[in-house]
């Protein structure tokens, strides 16, 4: 999530005069000077000759120490080389040059979600949306999802997603961010119909369709599922999605063949073999307090303990492994609220009974 923030605005001028006078003269203007170096030096930073950035950047402030754009440009320098300190130092000389800079005010906010201090970063946001002369409002509400996002605030970030698309309806990214976000909270429906509008105004790529794909199992419906997975071979048959709907696709089968294995060889109804896990403390869905022990988790990928700011979606993408199929084997309910320390099985109850040891 943090690269995805909008660190910056910067404009960087297609083409750049490199040579400058010897000498100061009297017609030297150093403002211009200073802009010049600075966007040289933004364009050697954008391509990764850090040197050549840095020297181009110290001469920029050579000649316009009062320049709140060349401020903002060394912050963003030490932002990209972590140097953390430095980095606040220039963007709080920016903003104290040019205190009503929105621009700034968003990716000093960006910078310090991304450091969490979440609210210092809101501060800055606010600042910056409520500048009635800025002119990409949805992109700090897009930022603020983001941030909230990543304080597992889902539905704050739901509500900052909206809002940028108030701003800007046909932001693609955002209603991506969007839909997931309704993915992740068991909103299946808003999620189908945000990414619906996002087929409407933005070209299909694979994220968009290994999205699709998600969607369409979390309602199982199996037909959407394969159609969109055949999108994704004939579009992006080399594609890292692709792949994983491959994954997907073949572990379904291979557990849908064992099912049906397990079903034939399964032990007579009443013995004790088909009611081991019933009513058991400490199985899966139940706290990992309890006091029935499993057998080692790291060599034992068919269960999974939840950990902070995990919910069934990611376990799904994580494991390759439908939501459905999750909720079924764990007996959990429609919403992807799932709680820490619980234990969740990664395969279906047929092959559960060898995993609880006495």
Not at 34 to 39: E, G, H, I, W
Not at 180 to 192: H, I, S
Request: hydrophobic residues 35%; positive net charge.
């Amino acid at each position: 999530m943090r690269k995805s923030l909008i660190a910056c605005v910067f404009v960087l001028s297609g083409c750049v005069s490199q040579s400058q006078p010897g000498m100061l003269s009297d017609n030297f203007d150093q403002s211009e000077a200073a802009r010049t170096r600075m966007s040289l030096g933004l364009t050697y930073l954008k391509n990764g000759d850090y040197t050549q950035a840095k020297k181009n950047l110290d001469r920029a402030l050579e000649f316009g120490p009062r320049l709140a754009d060349v401020h903002y440009a060394l912050a963003y320098y030490y932002q990209t080389v972590e140097e953390t300190p430095r980095a606040v130092e220039y963007y709080e000389n920016a903003l104290d040059l040019a205190p009503r800079n929105a621009d700034i005010a968003n990716s000093y906010g960006a910078f310090l979600c991304q450091q969490r201090q979440y609210d210092k970063a809101n501060k800055y946001f606010s600042k910056a949306v409520d500048n009635k002369h800025y002119a990409n409002t949805a992109q700090t509400y897009e930022n603020m999802g983001l941030c909230a996002r990543e304080q597992n605030q889902h539905q704050n970030a739901i509500k900052y997603f909206k809002t940028a698309l108030n701003h800007q309806p046909s932001r693609g990214k955002t209603l991506m961010l969007l839909t997931q976000e309704y993915l992740e909270t068991g909103q299946y429906a808003e999620a189908e119909n945000s990414l619906r509008r996002y087929q409407k105004m933005a070209r299909v790529t694979a994220q968009s369709l290994w999205l699709s794909v998600q969607v369409a199992d979390a309602q199982n419906d199996a037909k959407a599922v394969q159609s969109y997975g055949e999108m994704l071979r004939a579009l992006y048959p080399q594609s890292a999605q692709f792949k994983q709907f491959q994954t997907l696709e073949s572990q379904s089968g291979s557990r849908n063949k064992q099912a049906l294995i397990n079903d034939k060889t399964a032990a007579p109804a009443g013995s004790d073999d088909s009611v081991a896990l019933k009513n058991k403390p400490g199985t899966p869905g139940m706290p990992a307090t309890q006091s029935t022990k499993l057998v080692s988790l790291a060599e034992n990928p068919q269960v999974h303990v939840v950990q902070s700011n995990e919910n069934l979606y990611r376990l799904s993408v994580k494991y390759n492994i439908k939501m459905s199929s999750l909720r079924s084997w764990n007996n959990l309910a429609q919403a992807n609220v799932l709680e820490v320390g619980s234990r969740l099985w990664l395969v279906p109850p047929e092959q559960q009974t060898n995993q609880v040891v006495e």
